[in-house]
């Protein structure tokens, strides 16, 4: 009887056990199998795949995450392993990444930098809002509506944010003038400012001009031909058309750019892919620039539109290029902005030159080597010989003036100036590579604009101004404050020649700006030296052209 007593009793707990855990197993099983159906390839497609996968990496990974974080992180690497070129613009850098296109920002007017943990502004931009309430280049920014802004934590963006903003908003700003012993207060009301693609244009002998291009944007062809009208004015017969390290940008601005130069009806681009078809681009009856003989200066950092531009000159035999081997990019990308401001830069077709030839080079071997690429030329010696560059006859086309040129990987130039290596010493390249020369002459300025000022005009400065005894040895001083110490003696000949023009342009830039700059940098540029020197020979390359 006790026996069964026990059974009475254990019996219950046992059963309430097996429930309970039935119940666990059936939740569990559950889970499983809808993980199972989940994942059945007759219950969702491979469609669904990457939102199923998020969802269960939100459900049941073993910590908190950002959904939108792994999203983002998600598409930007799907992209990227598409081909290098392929992105994602967080909703966040949308505006930052995309203003240089545009042309312009929004934002107050000027140019700074931080020095000594303190805003100085290098130039107020011409007509800008900050130039019309009074800044003046030399102020100190130390207050932006009340909060003070210097110190060792300040950095670009953090001002940058602070100043840039939409159009016709306020912000007040505290200056510290060295003239002035009180702070100066500011309210400066928030305007479009221009991205100048035109850096520097100037007549560089009595019948050519110089015009250094940086991006294409937008403006960037309407600035072009302010340019060129007014170098006509001057005398401008040749032109050197530098688009040296420009990465490219909008591809309807280097189109409309070769339109002046070649005669209607002639191939300046096509583009053509997988759900793309072909779209030729052709010169229209523009020509402004027909009797205007022209050089493209390119080296491996110009990109895309400046490959697009330089392509179509060479392909129609209407001018010369100079330099090095340009950078490669022969991908076309279209956007996508969705609602949240986030977007997609997708390539979608390839783009090719008048004669057929794809300039893109490969990226089958990942992203890290198709960045590395440009690093192997110094290896193999290519940016120093143009022998050391070596195309298979696939990649061989011809113009219809007979001319050979290459596809497979960037403009090869039809003048080859390498890297100079006989006047840079090492000493030279470090002081170069480490701003010494850019920092001195921004602090020279710093110190002695009201002097500057009163002795030169912008203008003429290039050629007025001298570097003196007592200049470089303020120069020698501050390299030594630098950490290059005995400067004085182990700088001599070629290389002391490239580093006083170098703290001249410096100077230069820094109190008159980037044409005063570029005049002063081009008199020991060899490719310019180059340049000039088959434009004033009138070497038959230069005259092939149809008028």
């Known amino acids: 009887m006790s026996k069964n007593k026990s059974i009475y009793i254990v019996l219950p707990i046992i059963v309430a056990t097996f429930m309970i855990a039935g119940v666990y197993v059936g939740r569990e099983l559950g889970r499983q199998q809808g993980r199972a159906m989940l994942f059945q390839h007759n219950k969702f ?20 995450v950002q959904e939108s974080m792994i999203l983002e992180e998600t598409i930007q690497e799907l992209l990227q392993n598409l081909d290098p070129h392929s992105y994602y613009i967080p909703g966040s850098k949308f505006k930052e990444m995309n203003d240089p296109l545009e042309g312009n920002f929004e934002g107050i007017g000027v ?7 303190t805003v100085v502004i290098i130039q107020p931009l011409g007509g800008g809002p900050s130039e019309k309430v009074g800044i003046m280049a030399g102020d100190r920014i130390v207050l932006v509506d009340g909060e003070d802004i210097t110190g060792p934590k300040i950095g670009n963006q953090d ?3 602070r100043l840039k903003g939409p159009k016709g908003t306020k912000v007040k700003v505290g200056v510290a003038r060295k003239s002035e012993k009180d702070l100066l207060d500011f309210t400066i009301i928030r305007d ?7 850096e520097a244009a100037y007549m560089i002998d009595d019948n050519t001009a110089y015009i250094k291009v940086i991006r294409f944007a937008k403006t960037t062809y309407d600035e072009f031909m302010k340019a060129t009208k007014q170098l006509r004015a001057q005398g401008m017969e040749d032109m050197i058309l530098d688009l040296r390290n420009n990465t490219g940008g909008l591809m309807k601005a280097s189109i409309d750019m070769a339109d002046e130069f070649l005669p209607k009806g002639k191939l300046i681009v096509y583009t053509e892919g997988k759900s793309r078809e072909r779209v030729d681009y052709y010169a229209t009856s523009r020509r402004s620039l027909k009797d205007i003989e022209v050089a493209i200066l390119i080296n491996e950092g110009s ?9 179509a000159i060479q392909d129609n035999d209407r001018g010369l290029i100079v330099g090095r081997r340009s950078f490669g990019k022969g991908l076309v990308q279209e956007s996508v902005q969705w609602p949240d401001g986030s977007a997609i830069r997708l390539t979608t077709a390839r783009y090719y030159t008048p004669t057929g030839r794809s300039i893109q080079k490969p990226y089958d071997e990942g992203l890290d080597k198709y960045n590395e690429e440009a690093y192997q030329r110094y290896l193999n010696g290519e940016m120093y010989s143009k022998d050391s560059i070596d195309f298979p006859d696939s990649l061989k086309f011809m113009t219809e003036g007979g001319k050979v040129v290459y596809g497979g990987g960037g403009i090869t130039p039809d003048l080859f100036v390498g890297v100079d290596t006989n006047d840079y010493t090492d000493l030279f390249r470090r002081l170069n590579y480490q701003g010494i020369f850019y920092q001195f002459g921004f602090d020279y300025v710093d110190k002695h604009r009201e002097e500057l000022a009163k002795s ?3 203008d003429d400065f290039s050629e007025s101004f001298r570097i003196d005894a007592n200049l470089m040895q303020e120069f020698f001083q501050y390299a030594d404050e630098k950490g290059f110490e005995g400067l004085k003696e182990g700088l001599s000949g070629r290389a002391l020649e490239l580093s006083q023009n170098r703290i001249k342009s410096s100077i230069a830039r820094n109190f008159a700006g980037d044409n005063a700059f570029y005049k002063i940098l081009n008199k020991e540029d060899r490719m310019i030296e180059a340049t000039l020197e088959k434009l004033n020979t009138k070497n038959p390359l230069m005259t092939q052209r149809v008028l």
Request: net charge negative; proline share 2%.
């Open 111 to 117: 140019e700074f930098r931080i020095v000594d943990d």
């Open 303 to 311: 990109a895309s539109a400046s490959e697009i531009l330089a392509g």
């Open 159 to 161: 001002v940058i944010k």
């Open 192 to 198: 479009e400012i221009p991205f100048n693609s035109v």
């Open 45 to 64: 497609t491979e469609n669904d795949k990457l939102y199923q996968v998020l969802s269960f990496i939100k459900s049941d990974y073993v910590d908190t």
């Open 456 to 458: 030169y005009e912008e």
